[in-house]
């Protein structure tokens, strides 16, 4: 980890758009001490291990016929980095545009932020399940990540299992594999959702109506993941959450206000939401029904629905 060089690098930020990619980058892996992926044999089979008996178990509840990504990444902190720049740089991409004549200062700027972004989100993502929203091909292949150091250190710090962690961490983002695969038009949807509003604040306009629907949609992602999650994992995990929870809870306020800055305490709130709605669908019908939010976008619930599942169950089910 090389701070001076991080910070030499942002300093150097240059080229005509609002943020200079590479310069990020480079910053962010400078920055971030990048982990050791020295793997044992019985670890990286137990990776292979624990993605396919997560996609059977799945299967198996949801009655989804899916598939994982053929490549199954175990990343460090500085692969994460590399394979993300590019999806920020896709989202952000339809802002840019608007900046042809971009202050050095504040391109500077930008250029920090996302540094600072990049190399918080690389120390603390466990694993990803990426759909390559906003990917220049609609064929590109969607990508499942581990990010290695940072389970071993979160087990840690948790006092727990390490083979345990990392199979919960292996369930979840499987879950969000099934998800896409019993919905294909979900990307095509959320990629739709995020441009509407992304293109309306680079007009200086904000579509309130864009980012509700994202939200809501995100919410039952997160939601019914979890759902799948109670059917599916072959363990007790309620501690788990409890834990990481607690961790979150318990870091500096530095910390938290960066977290509520990102996005993430929305996030937690999205899974609170959308988990305590699929738990009253399935308390008063079953999970095939709860499974109806992935026949087409019409099927999702509106934000006031998700408050009141009865509404939803009046309007679709069968």
Same mark, same amino acid.
């Given at each position: 980890?090389?701070?001076?060089?991080?910070?030499?690098?942002?300093?150097?930020?240059?080229?005509?758009?609002?943020?200079?990619?590479?310069?990020?980058?480079?910053?962010?892996?400078?920055?971030?001490?990048?982990?050791?992926?020295?793997?044992?044999?019985?670890?990286?089979?137990?990776?292979?291990r624990d993605v396919r008996e997560a996609r059977a178990a799945v299967r198996s509840v949801s009655g989804v016929d899916f598939e994982v990504p053929d490549a199954v990444e175990i990343q460090n902190r500085h692969h994460w980095i590399d394979a993300n720049v590019e999806t920020f740089e896709r989202v952000m991409g339809t802002l840019e545009p608007h900046t042809d004549d971009f202050p050095?200062?504040?391109?500077?700027?930008?250029?920090?932020?996302?540094?600072?972004?990049?190399?918080?989100?690389?120390?603390?993502?466990?694993?990803?399940?990426?759909?390559?929203?906003?990917?220049?091909?609609?064929?590109?292949?969607?990508?499942?990540?581990?990010?290695?150091?940072?389970?071993?250190?979160?087990?840690?710090?948790?006092?727990?299992?390490?083979?345990?962690?990392?199979?919960?961490?292996?369930?979840?983002?499987?879950?969000?594999?099934?998800?896409?695969?019993?919905?294909?038009?979900?990307?095509?949807?959320?990629?739709?959702?995020?441009?509407?509003?992304?293109?309306?604040?680079?007009?200086?306009?904000?579509?309130?109506? &864009?980012? /509700? %629907? #994202?939200?809501? *949609?995100?919410? =039952?992602? !997160? $939601?019914? +993941?979890? @759902?799948?999650?109670?059917?599916?994992?072959?363990?007790?995990?309620?501690?788990?959450?409890?834990?990481?929870?607690?961790?979150?809870?318990?870091?500096?306020?530095?910390?938290?206000?960066?977290?509520?800055?990102?996005?993430?305490?929305?996030?937690?709130?999205?899974?609170?939401?959308?988990?305590?709605?699929?738990?009253?669908?399935? &308390?008063? /019908? %079953? #999970?095939?029904? *709860?499974?109806? =939010?992935? !026949? $087409?976008? +019409?099927? @999702?619930?509106?934000?006031?629905?998700?408050?009141?599942?009865?509404?939803?169950?009046?309007?679709?089910?069968?």
């Open positions: 980890m090389n701070l001076y060089r991080s910070v030499r690098t942002v300093a150097g930020a240059s080229g005509p758009d609002a943020i200079d990619w590479e310069s990020a980058a480079d910053a962010a892996r400078a920055g971030t001490d990048p982990g050791s992926l020295d793997l044992s044999e019985a670890e990286r089979q137990g990776y292979a050095g200062i504040a391109r500077t700027i930008n250029t920090g932020t996302m540094t600072i972004l990049l190399a918080y989100l690389g120390r603390n993502v466990l694993g990803q399940y990426d759909p390559l929203l906003l990917a220049d091909s609609p064929d590109a292949d969607h990508a499942l990540y581990f990010v290695h150091p940072n389970i071993c250190a979160a087990a840690d710090a948790l006092e727990v299992d390490r083979e345990r962690f990392r199979r919960w961490i292996a369930f979840h983002e499987v879950t969000h594999a099934a998800e896409f695969g019993a919905a294909p038009w979900l990307s095509t949807h959320l990629e739709d959702r995020m441009e509407d509003g992304i293109a309306t604040l680079s007009t200086g306009r904000f579509d309130r109506e &864009a980012f /509700r %629907d #994202l939200d809501a *949609a995100m919410t =039952v992602v !997160e $939601g019914y +993941a979890e @759902l799948l999650m109670d059917h599916a994992f072959d363990d007790e995990y309620a501690d788990l959450r409890r834990k990481l929870d607690e961790r979150r809870q318990g870091r500096g306020p530095l910390q938290r206000t960066f977290r509520r800055l990102l996005g993430l305490g929305l996030k937690q709130r999205q899974y609170e939401r959308g988990k305590h709605f699929f738990e009253r669908v399935v &308390a008063v /019908r %079953d #999970l095939e029904t *709860a499974s109806l =939010v992935w !026949e $087409g976008p +019409a099927y @999702l619930p509106t934000h006031d629905e998700l408050d009141s599942p009865g509404l939803w169950l009046r309007r679709v089910d069968r």
